[in-house]
């Protein structure tokens, strides 16, 4: 098994007052060259905007980026004419491909928003862009684990132009949960969103992260009731 182990207090920050976001990989004026990228997660922003404020419009191509929003609300636009609001247990993706122009802003004008911006390196280049959205019953991660992505295109889940599987969960403290690699040459990313787990003898902590590759199985061990995210992909080089 090889792993890596990203703490909390170790993530790129910057405060823009009406942006707060942290940085699990190398983005913007943050760069490590140990962290950029965890096979094809590339990008895993934790951003909290506040009222009224967004990222205006700007273009992104060849991505595949997903949005999940933790707290609030957030309104999308694009070029194409598109608007939508994602909201918790809400999870859109877009396909960047040859490329968009689209735009994020708090939809409060009073209460910030914090989200999950995750940038996916495609398996497939300029490919047409797309976008989708679904939301996702909160009572089925619940001791359990509820794919919200998935390469599986007629499974009730999302899916993007990546061999790439997101996984929530939301379990009691005492719980342990088994996850194996979803193929060969895939490995699996943890970010813990709140509470207190153990993975392969590390505690992790709130907004801590593990990555495992070239593994058989592993035991998430929960310490304190804990709500994760677990992204499976694939190692590239």
Do not use: C
Request: hydrophobic residues 40%; aromatic residues 8%.
């Amino acid at each position: 098994m090889k792993k890596v182990i990203h703490r909390a207090d170790t993530r790129g920050y910057a405060n823009h007052g009406w942006l707060k976001s942290h940085h699990t990989f190398s983005f913007a004026n943050f760069y490590d060259p140990n962290r950029i990228h965890f096979g094809a997660l590339r990008v895993l922003n934790d951003d909290a905007v506040k009222g009224g404020m967004g990222f205006g419009a700007h273009p992104h191509d060849n991505m595949e980026i997903v949005s999940i929003v933790l707290d609030g609300a957030l309104e999308h636009r694009d070029n194409t004419g598109k608007q939508e609001v994602i909201r918790k247990n809400d999870v859109q993706i877009m396909s960047a491909g040859t490329g968009v122009v689209h735009s994020e802003f708090n939809a409060s004008k009073t209460d910030d928003v914090n989200f999950l911006q995750i940038w996916i390196i495609p398996a497939e280049r300029n490919v047409t862009p797309r976008y989708d959205q679904k939301t996702f019953d909160p009572a089925a991660r619940e001791n359990a684990l509820q794919v919200v992505v998935s390469p599986d295109k007629t499974a009730d889940a999302l899916w993007l132009h990546q061999d790439t599987w997101f996984t929530l969960g939301k379990f009691d403290a005492g719980k342990t949960v088994e996850i194996t690699p979803k193929a060969t040459g895939i490995g699996s990313y943890l970010f813990l969103l709140s509470g207190e787990v153990k993975v392969d003898g590390e505690v992790l902590q709130t907004r801590d992260a593990i990555g495992l590759s070239e593994y058989d199985k592993a035991n998430i061990e929960v310490i304190k009731p804990a709500e994760f995210l677990l992204i499976d992909v694939p190692m590239l080089n």
